[in-house]
């Protein structure tokens, strides 16, 4: 989907769902024939299975991946799962250990240009344009978090402030005299700038922040904590989703019940909890991406 624009984007979203059935097993198919004659580790994953797929029912029959598999390398924190030799990629990040060690992710110029549009769903949801003026609070370390934020909310033209390497009454200030319109960071740190506003008498509901996109944290989308966030700042709460072993698979819902599959790029199961088969409707279930490995055009 590399530079789709807003009406494309809103296409792909349009599609019925058999369009988009033929859509998702067309780019599935493509991806594999790419990545597989150079990515041994998904060529011995699916040796055993016929390719190319005939249905996207067939994906069920692929085997999962763990994070513990991509960490049996051999190659010290590199992810298992990389398709080129390493002089072809460009961007390093890594993930923030919550379980195991921190596995390190690798992105192709191609690859971050996916990341960069892929973004593009969440900054529609956000009514983000060129008028906006976007702080983004959060540390320039090799956590992915907001990095592709940036590059997205730089490429739709907007004025993007960097609050990396600051404290939390330096970046209240710099909200203050850069007039922000959006701010970028987690849910539990939108809640914290809005405590210490308060001990450092700074109204955040007298500022021009609008619009706070949060990520990281579950809170964006709970109500409780975004009514709370809300309140605090007089400003909309836009939830995003996503991982660095996968992308930004999910945006925010307009009626606020939740976060929307980026359905052009991502196929989504929904196996339940605990049994591990498909889930019915209101069903707790676990979200499963088969589909995400390195970056295909549309």
């Known amino acids: 989907m590399l530079g789709t624009t807003f009406d494309r984007r809103r296409e792909l979203e349009r599609m019925?769902?058999?369009?988009?059935?033929?859509?998702?097993?067309?780019?599935?198919?493509r991806l594999l024939a790419t990545i597989l004659p150079q990515n041994r580790f998904y060529a011995e994953k699916l040796a055993g299975m016929r390719l190319?797929?005939?249905?996207?029912?067939?994906?069920?029959?692929?085997?999962?991946?763990?994070?513990?598999e991509l960490g049996q390398t051999g190659q010290g924190d590199l992810a298992a799962n990389h398709t080129y030799p390493r002089d072809q990629y460009v961007r390093f990040h890594r993930t923030s250990g919550t379980r195991?060690?921190?596995?390190?992710?690798?992105?192709?110029?191609?690859?971050?240009?996916?990341?960069v549009d892929t973004w593009q769903f969440v900054l529609d949801a956000a009514d983000l344009g060129p008028a906006d003026r976007v702080l983004t609070a959060f540390s320039f370390g090799p956590f992915i978090g907001f990095w592709t934020a940036h590059d997205a909310a730089v490429a739709r033209g907007a004025l993007v402030i960097p609050g990396g390497g600051l404290n939390t009454l330096a970046r209240l200030e710099l909200l203050q005299s850069s007039q922000a319109t959006t701010l970028l960071c987690t849910p539990s740190y939108a809640l914290h700038l809005a405590e210490?506003?308060?001990?450092?008498?700074?109204?955040?509901?007298?500022?021009?922040?609008?619009?706070?996109?949060?990520?990281?944290?579950?809170?964006?989308?709970?109500?409780?904590?975004?009514?709370?966030?809300?309140?605090?700042?007089?400003?909309?709460?836009?939830?995003?989703?996503g991982a660095t072993?996968?992308?930004?698979?999910?945006?925010?819902?307009?009626?606020?019940?939740?976060?929307?599959?980026?359905?052009?790029?991502?196929?989504?199961?929904?196996?339940?909890?605990?049994?591990?088969?498909?889930?019915g409707d209101g069903e707790l279930a676990e979200l499963i991406d088969k589909a995400t490995v390195d970056w295909i055009p549309p």
């Open 16 to 29: 019925s769902g058999n369009e988009l059935k033929r859509f998702q097993l067309d780019r599935l198919n």
């Open 52 to 68: 190319p797929l005939a249905s996207l029912e067939e994906v069920a029959g692929l085997p999962m991946t763990g994070k513990d």
């Open 100 to 115: 195991g060690r921190p596995l390190v992710i690798l992105d192709t110029a191609d690859d971050w240009q996916w990341w």
């Open 196 to 241: 210490a506003a308060v001990e450092h008498g700074i109204d955040t509901r007298g500022l021009e922040v609008r619009k706070i996109i949060v990520a990281g944290e579950p809170g964006g989308s709970v109500a409780a904590i975004r009514d709370r966030i809300e309140a605090a700042w007089n400003a909309r709460v836009i939830d995003h989703a």
């Open 245 to 279: 072993e996968v992308g930004p698979w999910g945006y925010a819902d307009r009626a606020r019940r939740g976060l929307h599959v980026v359905e052009s790029e991502f196929i989504a199961e929904f196996l339940a909890v605990p049994s591990g088969k498909p889930a």
